[in-house]
C-alpha cells in the first residue's frame, strides 16, 4: 500500500510539474503578445517620445517607467534607449535614468496582478480575439492583440494557482521545492537563470508569487527568487549587446546590471529580518513578494539616480570607444540586436538607406564636376564610390531579410518593401553614373571635348533639377508626405519636357555649325538621357505614398483631379539602367 502511495504521488508530482510548465509557457506568450501588440500600434512613436524625454535624468526616469509598464518589458525598452545611446542621441547618463525607471516599469504590472482579477480574463479574451479580427486597420488588430495577450497573463494566473492546489498531495514536488530553496543564494542563482531563459522577469515574478502564495516556497526564499529574477533580466541585455562590435554598446547594460549586482549584496544579509517584517506586515505572501519586488527597484533608483554621473564615468573608463570604422562601406546603423523589435529595426534600415542616398547624391554631384571640368581623378573617384553604393545595398537587403523571416503586421511588411526597393532603385542610379556618365566623361576627357557655354549651361540647370528631386526623394521616404510625391512625379513630366526642349536648342546649335557642338553633340544628349532614367528611379519613391493614398491606376500615377484611382498594382522599380 505504501508503494502504491509513493508511485501515486510521484504522478502526481509529474504532472504538477507539466502543468505548472504549461502555465509558465502561457504566461510568457501572453507577455509576448501584449509587447508585440503595443510595438505594432505605437512603435515609431514610442521611440520618438523616448527621444524627446532624454532631457535630463529625471524626466528619463520617468519615460523608462511608463514606457516599460506599457510595453510589460525592461528589455525592449533597453533595446530601444541602448539604439539611441550608441548613435549618440543620448548621453549615457539620462539612458541609465531611463534603465532605472525601467526596472520600476516592470513592478508596475506585477502589483496590478497580484489582486485577484482573473474574472476579467474571459472578457479580455473576447474582446481581444473581436477586435483583431474584425479591426482593417493595423493599429485595431495591435490593439486587439494587446486584449488577447492580457486576458492570456490572467488566465495563466489562474491555471499556476489551479495547479498549485492539489500539489499538497504530491510531496516530490514539494520536496524537490523545498530542496533547491533552502539557500538564498541558490534561490538567486535558480530565479536568474529561469529569467534569463525567459527573458522576462514579470513572469517569474508571477511564479514565485504563485509559489508564495501556495506556500510552497518560504518568504525568505521568495524574496531571494526575486532578486535572482531582477539579476536575471539585466544578464540579457548585456549578452545581446555582445554581439555589437562597439565595447562602448555594451555600456548601458552593464551599468544596469552593476546596480543590480550592487542592490542585491546589500539586501542578501538582511533577507530573514527582511521577510519576518514584511510577512508582519502583509500576510498575504503573494502580495508581500510583489511589494517586495517593487520596493527593492524603487531603492535601487532613489540611491543610484544620485551619483549617475560617477558610474557613467566609470563605465566609460571600462569600456572606451572603439575607433570609428574607416571603412564607408561598413553598415553603421544596422543593429542586430533591434531585430528583435521590428520598428526599432526598420527605422535603423531607413537611416542606413539615408546614409547610402548621401553617397548618391555625392557621387551624382561630383560626376557633372568632373565632366564639365574634365577631372579624370574624379572621374576616378566616382566610380569607386559606386562599390560603397553596392555594399551598403547588399547589407540594407540582408538586414531586412533576416527582420521578415519573423511576423510583420501589414505597415511593418509595407515599410520593410519600401526600404528594399528604395535601395535598389539608389543602386541603379549608381550603376548609371558608374557604368554611363563616368565612361562619358573619361570619352569626353580622352579626347579633350569642351561643351559651349550654352550646352554646359543647359546640362548644368538639368542636372541641378535631378539632384533637387533626389534630395525631396529622401524627404517622402522619411516622412511620407503626400503632396510632395503628387510633386514629385508632376517634375517627371515636366523633366521630360525640359530634356526635349534642350535636345532641341542643342539640335539648333548643331545645324548652326557649331565645333564645339558638333564634337559633343553625342555626349550632351546621352548625358540628358542618362540624368532623365536618374530621375526616373528617384521617381520611384512616391509610387507606394500614392499607391497607399489610392492615388494609382494600375500603370501610371493619376492626379486626384482626374479622379478616383483605380484600384491597382504599381511597378515601383523602373527598368535596370543599360550599360554603355
Known sequence: MADVNLKAGDAMGSIVLLDLMGGVALLLWGLHMVLTGVLRAFGPDLRRVLGKALRNRFTAFVAGLGLTALLQ??????????????????????????????????????????????????VLLIIGVVTFRVGNGSVTRAVGRIGIGLGLILLALHILLDTLVPAEQAPAARALLAAITNDPVLCIVIAAALTWAAHSSVAVV????????SQFVSPEAALALVLGANLGSAINPLIEGGVRGDPASRRLPLGNLINRLIGILIVLPFLGPLARDMTALQ??????????????????????????????????????????????????????????????????????????????????????????????????????????????????KLYVTKLTRDSLDEREGRRAMEIISFTINLEHIGDIIDKNLCE??????????????????????????????????????????????????????????????AADRHLERLREGRPETLETTSLHLDILSDLKRIHSHICSVAYPVLEAAGELRPSRWEAPSMGSAAAGTSHFLPEPPRSS
Open 440 to 501: 562619358l566623361a573619361a570619352k569626353k576627357i580622352k579626347k579633350r571635348y569642351q561643351f559651349s557655354a550654352e550646352g554646359a549651361a543647359e546640362l548644368s540647370a538639368f542636372h541641378k533639377r535631378v539632384v533637387d528631386c533626389l534630395l525631396a526623394a529622401f524627404g517622402i521616404f522619411m516622412t511620407g508626405d503626400i503632396e510632395a510625391a503628387r510633386k514629385l512625379l508632376r517634375e517627371k513630366s515636366e523633366l521630360r519636357q525640359a530634356e526635349l526642349e
Open 206 to 213: 508571477l511564479l514565485v508569487m504563485s509559489l508564495a502564495y
Open 73 to 122: 518589458s525592461s528589455t525592449a525598452t533597453g533595446l530601444m534607449t541602448a539604439s539611441l545611446a550608441a548613435e549618440g542621441i543620448v548621453s549615457l547618463v539620462p539612458a541609465l535614468a531611463i534603465m532605472l525607471g525601467a526596472n520600476v516599469g516592470t513592478t508596475l504590472i506585477v502589483q496590478v496582478l497580484s489582486f485577484d482579477i482573473s474574472a476579467v480574463a474571459p
Open 283 to 396: 500576510s498575504d505572501a503573494a502580495k508581500m513578494t510583489a511589494e517586495f519586488h517593487m520596493l527593492f527597484n524603487v531603492a535601487l533608483a532613489a540611491v543610484f539616480i544620485g551619483p549617475l554621473d560617477v558610474v557613467a564615468r566609470v563605465l566609460e573608463r571600462i569600456l572606451p570607444e572603439k575607433a570609428k570604422s574607416t571603412d564607408p562601406a561598413a553598415p553603421r546603423h544596422l543593429d542586430e540586436a533591434a531585430l528583435q523589435t521590428p520598428s526599432l529595426a526598420l527605422a535603423n534600415a531607413a537611416r542606413e538607406t539615408l546614409r547610402m542616398g548621401d553617397v548618391v547624391e555625392t557621387m551624382l554631384h561630383n560626376v557633372m564636376t568632373a565632366i564639365l571640368n574634365n577631372d579624370r581623378k574624379l572621374v576616378g573617384d566616382v566610380s569607386r564610390m559606386d562599390n560603397i553604393v553596392d555594399r551598403l545595398n547588399e547589407a540594407i
